[in-house]
């Protein structure tokens, strides 16, 4: 039997509508997905005209989800019609697009014009579409670099949500130990610092380090695009979570290293959230075959408690000094730009969203 084009129909469905999410749940479960509403916002389908369930597709964001066709249909076009109608919908929207699938389904999307960027076998290929792509980014990384006489360079990436004496360490040691640092600051706002106030807390932080040059993460240095588990309290280390941070890590080694020239890449020593230790594993893992040294950096202690443990200075121990009231206690965790901010009516708004809520960012 032969499908044309005009066999097929589409319908978006209601995720509020408990049938619509079992239809579709009980559809991706026979193909191997579990479906979760929650982590999409848009979820279309694809039936022929004997109202067999052709098809799906959904996206969060820009990324597109549970793209899968049923076996009966993957010679014919459905598959072609789930993708563009999500990436011409989401280009009205946004510059591009991105979807995760597993590696032996990329040549489907390269098919259709996306181009992959990085892999984490078994579980994920990423891969984008759009007017803009990872070469964008490059051009803006192109555009702050500085000159090195001796090509001593290191780089550092921070969330800073916000930031610490701990982070203002990591950086001085850094700025110490290299003639150029470039501070790559995490500009996915999902977390209760806005970017716009973690990157200013940090430029008045460091002001004094003339050979620290801040970076712009854009959508390809932690990003909820590209590894969302980060922004997720975590309380175990998952497969999902350890590929999601080696596609970040590979990407920052293929497309940020080489053109910034960095040598050495500085981390601290993670105590409180698995996702950043799984993180820090994957670049101990990938980076020195990259040429890049990873220098993993002892945490700071701000004091000791009564059993003579040591505290260590960070910034989810601010967070939670601000939920409690108790802000006065971790004096010691916050340089000047961050203790000015906080005891000031301009942070008011994110004091009473950290009071109000209980994720981890």
């Known amino acids: 039997m032969t499908f044309e084009d005009t066999d097929f129909r589409q319908e978006t469905l209601d995720l509020d509508n408990p049938f619509d999410v079992k239809l579709v749940r009980g559809f991706l479960l026979g193909l191997g997905f579990d479906f979760e509403p929650a982590e999409v916002e848009c979820t279309m389908i694809v039936y022929n005209l004997k109202g067999e369930l052709v098809g799906t597709g959904s996206h969060q964001g820009r990324i597109l989800k549970y793209i899968a066709v049923s076996p009966k249909f993957r010679d014919t076009t459905a598959f072609a ?28 999307f390269r098919g259709l014009g996306f181009t992959e960027i990085a892999a984490a076998p078994p579980l994920f290929a990423l891969l984008e579409f759009g007017f803009e792509s990872v070469q964008t980014y490059q051009d803006y990384l192109q555009s702050v670099i500085l000159p090195t006489p001796n090509g001593s360079v290191a780089a550092i990436v921070v969330n800073c949500n916000p930031f610490t004496n701990g982070h203002k360490y990591l950086i001085e040691k850094a700025a110490a130990e290299n003639e150029l640092v470039y501070l790559f600051v995490v500009e996915e706002d999902l977390s209760v610092f806005p970017f716009a106030v973690r990157w200013e807390l940090i430029r008045k932080g460091t002001a004094h380090l003339k050979n620290v040059q801040m970076v712009r993460g854009g959508m390809y240095i932690v990003s909820g695009s590209i590894f969302p588990a980060y922004f997720l309290k975590n309380e175990t280390v998952s497969d999902v979570m350890q590929k999601q941070a080696e596609l970040d890590v590979r990407i920052f080694a293929n497309y940020v290293v080489p053109v910034l020239g960095i040598k050495k890449r500085y981390i601290g020593t993670e105590k409180y959230c698995l996702t950043t230790a799984a993180y820090n594993q994957a670049m101990k893992d990938i980076l020195p075959s990259f040429g890049v040294e990873v220098v993993e950096v002892m945490r700071m202690v701000a004091a000791t408690d009564a059993t003579k443990l040591p505290i260590f200075i960070s910034a989810s121990g601010i967070r939670q000094a601000i939920k409690e009231d108790k802000l006065e206690e971790v ?31």
């Open 331 to 361: 004096e010691a965790f916050m340089p000047e730009s961050t203790r000015e901010f906080l005891h000031s009516d301009d942070s008011l708004d994110i004091r009473l969203k950290i009071k109000a809520g209980s994720g981890r960012h």
């Open 81 to 108: 019609l789930i993708v563009t109608y999500l990436t011409e919908k989401l280009l009205k929207i946004y510059k591009h697009t991105f979807v995760f699938t597993r590696p032996e389904n990329s040549v489907r």
